[in-house]
């Protein structure tokens, strides 16, 4: 199972980047679960400074900006 979370406070590029990831994962018809951090500690840990970003199995893919669907389902592959 491919876990995914979405680093931010809930501002609306977060959203988007959540529904966007989401919908690649789903049309690669991947095995995914989605997580949703917003503890801004949580997230500097992880050593990400802007939002919103996606984490894939551990591993920081995009920081700071929302791609296309097209672009997400290649950090998904």
């Known amino acids: 199972m491919?876990?995914?979370?979405?680093l931010g406070t809930g501002c609306p590029k977060c959203t988007?980047?959540?529904?966007?990831?989401e919908m690649a994962a789903r049309e690669?018809?991947?095995?995914?679960e989605?997580?949703?951090?917003?503890?801004?500690n949580q997230?500097?840990?992880?050593?990400?400074?802007?939002t919103p970003a996606l984490v894939v199995d551990g591993e920081v893919k995009v920081v700071g900006k929302v791609p296309s669907v097209a672009d997400l389902?290649?950090?998904l592959k």
């Not at 491919?2 to 979405?6: E, G, K």
């Not at 690669?28 to 995914?32: A, E, F, K, P, V």
């Open 34 to 40: 989605i997580e949703k951090v917003s503890d801004i």
């Open 28 to 32: 690669l018809g991947l095995d995914y």
């Open 2 to 6: 491919t876990h995914l979370q979405i």
């Open 16 to 21: 988007k980047l959540a529904q966007s990831a």
């Open 43 to 50: 997230i500097i840990a992880m050593g990400v400074m802007m």
């Open 73 to 75: 389902k290649l950090f």
